[in-house]
């Protein structure tokens, strides 16, 4: 017990001394975020360094003077891997096809359909910032909402034995009912969410759908993660279906507006916790003539009568993304000093400038300031396209159309 107890403290002290003593903050953050349980205990900054190098090594088929120079100017804190990285880089979860997204700090993701809405949610739990773009030519095209539903959870989580427990959600479809049995995995957690957002526009139905929740194979809170790392942190998950089918009935008989995607999308951000590793990063997009969008967050803290702050229920998971106007014009001063003012009392209305975003997406066409210019000018006018058919006609229309709309913001770094 006691050389347990001093290879331990030595274990501890040599962690102490991984981080200079300028950055009082740097060990909490570490063993936080980024160390990984291992059979020895935590890992240690050399560890990570390890694990990370030879999993860049292998994924870039790096020579051995490369891989050596990483090691060396990570260890010595000059230089990083990306945050994802550096917490499932190298890992055996990161290896695995299905997990690819996991070693990316952000994404950008158009909303048009179910399925991305799915998608944003599966991006949340491997990790990834997720970005969502709100413009109507994108949310216009989701169907309305002609189903009422009416949402019973069911099932205590944590009462299925771990060897019997649903991997995947299984679906079971009645005349009026739908029983959504939410499988002990990502994958399974992302299908029972975009499962309840389909049965809102499900034409099997004739405009009610009774739907059970059963939560009986999901994991109870702190078992652990043994794949991704991390535990298991379902406390939010309950309440999930019934906070989404409350938006979805609101919209009963139209198409869902770009706040109520959003708040859709959020509800999900605030039901996971990566395995308690890292919080849901997002943004959200709206046009620059959305009101709704850029008025969104007004007035989201109000006062009692007692003068005590309270959030709004309704908006609370707004809190979880950023949002920003996006303009397809040039902004004018004036409308950049009502972005700014409007930053200085809420803390949201930034403003993006989509010419620039896409121009600089597109370097490797416009490598000169002239081009670029011109290219801002023509994508001012709305002929961004014709501007890239006429310069480089043998483009294909697939990557005419992937070019012309790369304006996806980073929400990890906004």
Request: aromatic share 8%; with cysteine; hydrophobic share 35%.
């Amino acid at each position: 017990m006691v050389r347990e107890l001093e290879r331990s403290s030595a274990r501890e002290k040599r962690n102490l001394s991984d981080f200079p003593e300028t950055a009082p903050a740097a060990n909490p953050v570490f063993f936080r975020t980024y160390s990984r349980r291992t059979e020895a205990g935590r890992e240690t900054w050399e560890e990570v360094c390890d694990r990370t190098v030879k999993g860049l090594q292998k994924l870039g088929n790096l020579t051995s003077e490369e891989t050596q120079l990483l090691h060396r100017m990570q260890n010595q804190l000059k230089t990083l891997a990306s945050g994802r990285w550096l917490w499932v880089g190298g890992s055996k979860w990161i290896e695995q096809p299905e997990n690819f997204s996991g070693a990316y700090n952000c994404s950008s993701t158009n909303i048009l359909d179910w399925r991305s809405f799915g998608l944003l949610m599966d991006l949340a739990m491997m990790g990834c910032g997720t970005g969502a773009v709100l413009e109507p030519k994108y949310i216009n095209q989701l169907p309305p909402i002609r189903n009422r539903l009416t949402v019973t959870v069911q099932g205590e989580i944590g009462s299925t034995p771990a060897q019997s427990r649903r991997q995947a959600t299984e679906i079971k479809i009645a005349e009026k009912t739908a029983t959504i049995y939410v499988g002990d995995s990502r994958q399974g957690w992302v299908k029972s969410y975009q499962t309840l957002l389909e049965l809102s526009t499900d034409e099997r139905f004739a405009g009610e759908v009774q739907v059970f929740i059963d939560l009986s194979d999901v994991r109870p809170v702190g078992e652990p993660l043994k794949g991704f790392g991390g535990v298991a942190n379902p406390v939010k998950l309950p309440d999930l279906y019934q906070r989404c089918a409350a938006i979805l009935n609101k919209a009963l008989g139209r198409q869902l507006n770009s706040v109520e995607c959003c708040v859709l999308i959020d509800e999900a951000a605030v039901t996971i916790v990566a395995g308690n590793i890292r919080r849901s990063a997002g943004i959200r997009q709206f046009d620059s003539g959305d009101e709704l969008g850029a008025n969104a967050k007004n007035n989201l803290w109000q006062q009692d009568e007692n003068g005590n702050w309270k959030i709004d229920p309704e908006r609370d998971a707004l809190r979880m993304a950023n949002h920003s106007r996006v303009f397809h014009s040039k902004p004018t001063l004036e409308e950049c000093i009502d972005a700014v003012r409007k930053q200085y009392y809420s803390g949201e209305g930034a403003i993006q400038w989509a010419g620039e975003a896409v121009a600089r997406a597109n370097v490797d066409l416009l490598s000169t300031p002239s081009l670029k210019s011109e290219f801002l000018k023509a994508y001012d006018e709305g002929k961004a396209k014709q501007w890239f058919q006429e310069r480089y006609p043998d483009m294909t229309a697939e990557e005419l159309e992937h070019r012309s709309v790369r304006l996806g913001l980073n929400p990890c770094g906004k």
